[in-house]
T-cell receptor, first 115, second 112 residues
Framework: AQTVTQSQPEMSVQEAETVTLSCTYD???????LFWYKQPPSRQMILVIR??????QNATENRFSVNFQKAAKSFSLKISDSQLGDAAMYFC????????????FGGGTRLMVKP | DTAVSQTPKYLVTQMGNDKSIKCEQN?????MYWYKQDSKKFLKIMFS???????INETVPNRFSPKSPDKAHLNLHINSLELGDSAVYFC???????????FGDGTRLSIL
């Protein structure tokens, strides 16, 4: 069974600074997808970024980028130029490539942004 | 227009009651899901439907019964509610199984 671990229950960052959220996972599959979801206090789940395991290039979406280390099974999220609106719970998620595989979520990291 | 909408947003009810949460997506997606987020924020898959057919049913009590009248809807009916059912329930959809999932805003269910 796949597991996803986020070892940082809480992180804080100064506005305009950079922060990195950690995520590790365990799988025996070679082809899969990884995601970061943001959950602000409004409770919505918003897809931030996705990474296909077969792609070596790290995904980037504006201020959000990932450091994907397939051999180490690590998938960290870097937020540059942090903004107050970035404050939220962040969930790392894994999905295998086989039909029927669902998202497996990590426990989440609460990010606080200090003005 | 909201892509994945759940109703109600909040549901407060007593133990033993039966309640339903509705979910609709207007994205034309084939696959829909229900997740439960407990008080510790852990998110777990409950069900998945693909083209109105149940394809995943995790270890969920049979008091929970999903119903998919068509591809755009996946409703969750819960019988004989228990205290442990208190949680936020998220509906999600994806174009197909191997596509990113879009989530609804969640329904906070509180059992008194």
């Amino acid at each position: 069974a796949q597991t996803v671990t986020q070892s940082q229950p809480e992180m804080s960052v100064q506005e305009a600074e950079t922060v990195t959220l950690s995520c590790t996972y365990d799988t025996s599959e070679s082809d899969y997808y990884l995601f970061w979801y943001k959950q602000p206090p409004s409770r919505q789940m918003i897809l931030v970024i996705r990474q296909e395991a077969y792609k070596q290039q790290n995904a980037t979406e504006n201020r959000f980028s990932v450091n994907f280390q397939k051999a180490a099974k690590s998938f960290s999220l870097k937020i540059s130029d942090s903004q107050l609106g970035d404050a939220a719970m962040y969930f790392c998620a894994y999905r295998g490539n086989n039909a029927g595989n669902m998202l497996t979520f990590g426990g989440g990291t609460r990010l606080m942004v200090k003005p | 227009d909201t892509a994945v909408s759940q109703t109600p947003k909040y549901l407060v009810t007593q133990m033993g009651n039966d309640k339903s949460i509705k979910c609709e997506q207007n994205l034309g997606h084939d696959t829909m899901y229900w997740y439960k987020q407990d008080s510790k924020k852990f998110l777990k898959i409950m069900f998945s439907y693909n083209n109105k057919e149940l394809i995943i049913n995790e270890t969920v009590p049979n008091r929970f019964s999903p119903k998919s009248p068509d591809k755009a809807h996946l409703n969750l009916h819960i019988n004989s509610l228990e205290l442990g059912d208190s949680a936020v329930y998220f509906c999600a959809s994806s174009r197909q199984l191997n596509q990113p999932q879009h989530f609804g805003d969640g329904t906070r269910l509180s059992i008194l």
